[in-house]
C-alpha cells in the first residue's frame, strides 16, 4: 500500500507536470529544426556519421511517432489526471457547499471586512437585498441567532478552469491517437487531363485506394520575370462511377475535402508535352490533344496535321513553342506562340484558333483524419477552461445584520480566489451603499 501511495503521490505531482512539458516543448523544438522522415544519407550528409547514427537511435528523424515521446505524452496525461483527481474533489466541495452555514463571528474576521452601527429606527431604511442588486447579485438568507445573515457569490464554477483545460488535452491526445490510428497522410501526381484513384501512403510507398477519382482537368502557373513559381492552382474533379460529382479551384490554402478525404495543393511537375487545343474557323469543329516535343498528331475529320518542333524554355518553364501546322494539300505553317496563348493560325485554305500549353502534373498531399474534430472540441475546451481560470474569479460577499444589541450592526466580509484588486473595488461599492444608508 505504501508503494501504491508513493507512485500515486509521483503521478500527483506539479513537479513531474512541469518536468513534462518543459521536456515535450525543447523536444518539440528540436523536432522543428531537424527535418522529419528523411533517409538516413540525408541526415548523415546534414549532421555527419556518428550524429546521424546517434539520432537515429533516439528515432529522431520521426520524432513524434518515437517510444519515448508518446512516453512523454502518456506521462504529462497520467500526471493531468491524478491531479484531477487529486484535487477536484475538494474545488467541488467549495463549489457546492452552504455559505449560510459560517457564523457571524468568522465573516468578522475575513480580510475584506466592514462594521457599521445604527439606531434601531433606521432599521427599516436598511435593505440588505437592494444592498446587494446594487452589483448585480441576489443574496439568499437564513435567520440566525441575534440577526439575520445574507449571502451571494459568482462565479462559482471559474474554480474548475483548470480542470476543464486538463480535460482539454486529454480530449486532444485522444483526437490525435484517433488521427493516427484510423487516418493516414500520402501524396499523388496527377498529370493535367488524366485521372487516379490512388494515391502512395508517406510511410511505406504503398498504393492506398480512395474510393473515387479524382481528375486534374488544369494547372495554372504564373512565374516571376526571374522564372521562380509565383503561385499556382489546380482545377480538380470528383467522379464516381464515371459520373462528375463536383469541382473545385484549390490552391496552397484552399484545399478540396470529400469523403473526409483532403487534397492540399504541394508542388507540381512540368513536363516536355503539351496540351494543344485547335478550332477549326470554318466548321467550328474543336480538337484537344496531348502533344509529345517534335512529334506530329493527325487531325483526320479535318484533314489536319501539326507539331510541336521547337521551343524556347526558362528553367523548366516553356515561355515560346514553334508549332507546325498543315492542311490539307496547303504549305505547312510555321508560327511562334506564347504558352498557353489564345493565337489565329491561318493557311491558304483556312484559319484556326490554337492554343498550346505546356503540360503540367499537380503534386497533392492527400490526408485523412478522423480524429481532428474531436481535437478541434479539445481546443475549444481549452479556451473555454483558460478564460475561465484567467480572466473569472470566484466572489463570495457575506452581510450580518445583528439585531440584538441595543444599537444594530451591519458586518459585510468577503473574499475571493484571485483578482483580489478587482474584488477589492467591488467590495468598495458596498460599501459606499452603506455608508449612504447607515
Known amino acids: 500500500m505504501t508503494n501504491l501511495k508513493h507512485i500515486w503521490n509521483f503521478f500527483a505531482s506539479v513537479k513531474l507536470a512541469i518536468f513534462t512539458l518543459c521536456s515535450l516543448a525543447i523536444t518539440s523544438i528540436i523536432g522543428t529544426i531537424i527535418p522529419q522522415g528523411e533517409s538516413p544519407a540525408f541526415y548523415a550528409k546534414q549532421y555527419g556519421n556518428e550524429a546521424a547514427q546517434f539520432m537515429q537511435v533516439l ?9 519515448w515521446f508518446l512516453l512523454l505524452l502518456l506521462t504529462l496525461s497520467v500526471n493531468l489526471i491524478v491531479c484531477s483527481i487529486e484535487r477536484f474533489p475538494r474545488v467541488w466541495k467549495i463549489i457546492h457547499t452552504d455559505n449560510l452555514q459560517i457564523s457571524a463571528e468568522r465573516v468578522a474576521k475575513m480580510a475584506n471586512v466592514n462594521e457599521w452601527q445604527f439606531a434601531p429606527e433606521k432599521s427599516g431604511v436598511i435593505d ?19 440577526g439575520t445573515l445574507y449571502f451571494s457569490q459568482s462565479g462559482k464554477y471559474s474554480r474548475t478552469g483548470v480542470y476543464l483545460v486538463h480535460l482539454s488535452i486529454i480530449v486532444i491526445f485522444i483526437g490525435a491517437i484517433v488521427g493516427s490510428i484510423l487516418g493516414f497522410k500520402g501524396s499523388v501526381m496527377i498529370p493535367e487531363l488524366q485521372g487516379t484513384s490512388k494515391f502512395f501512403s508517406s510511410e511505406d510507398s504503398s498504393s492506398i485506394d480512395l474510393g473515387f477519382t479524382v481528375r486534374c482537368d488544369e494547372f495554372i502557373i504564373e512565374f516571376y520575370d526571374n522564372g521562380m513559381p509565383k503561385e499556382y492552382q489546380s482545377t480538380l474533379t470528383v467522379l464516381e462511377d464515371g ?15 470529400y469523403k473526409g478525404i483532403t487534397f492540399y495543393q504541394s508542388s507540381y511537375q512540368g513536363y516536355q508535352d503539351f496540351i494543344f487545343s485547335v478550332t477549326d474557323k470554318k466548321t467550328g469543329m474543336n480538337k484537344e490533344a496531348i502533344l509529345p516535343f517534335q512529334k506530329q498528331q493527325n487531325w483526320e475529320e479535318a484533314d489536319l496535321r501539326f507539331g510541336i518542333v521547337n521551343a ?15 492542311n490539307g494539300a496547303s ?10 496563348e489564345d493565337n489565329i493560325v491561318t493557311t491558304e485554305e483556312n ?28 481546443c475549444g475546451l481549452m479556451l473555454v477552461g483558460l478564460y475561465m481560470a484567467f480572466f473569472l474569479s470566484h466572489k463570495r460577499l457575506w452581510l450580518f445584520h445583528d439585531t440584538s444589541a441595543a444599537n444594530h450592526k451591519l458586518i459585510l466580509g468577503g473574499n475571493s480566489n484571485k483578482n483580489k484588486i478587482a474584488f477589492k473595488q467591488l467590495f468598495s461599492k458596498l460599501e459606499n451603499k452603506i455608508n449612504k444608508l447607515a
Open 331 to 340: 504549305p505547312a505553317v510555321l508560327s511562334w506562340l506564347g504558352d498557353n
Open 243 to 257: 459520373n462528375e460529382i463536383f469541382t473545385k479551384d484549390i490552391q496552397v490554402n484552399s484545399p478540396l475535402t
Open 128 to 146: 440588505p437585498i437592494a444592498i446587494f442588486k446594487t452589483i448585480n447579485m441576489t443574496p439568499d438568507s437564513r435567520p440566525v441567532d441575534g
Open 312 to 326: 524556347e524554355a526558362l528553367g523548366q518553364r516553356v515561355t515560346k513553342t514553334k508549332l507546325w501546322l498543315k
Open 59 to 67: 528515432d529522431i528523424p520521426d520524432m513524434y511517432y518515437s517510444w
Open 351 to 378: 484559319s484556326y484558333d490554337v492554343n498550346v500549353k505546356q503540360m503540367y502534373a499537380t503534386g497533392l498531399q492527400v490526408a485523412k483524419d478522423p480524429g481532428v474534430w474531436i481535437v478541434y472540441i479539445g
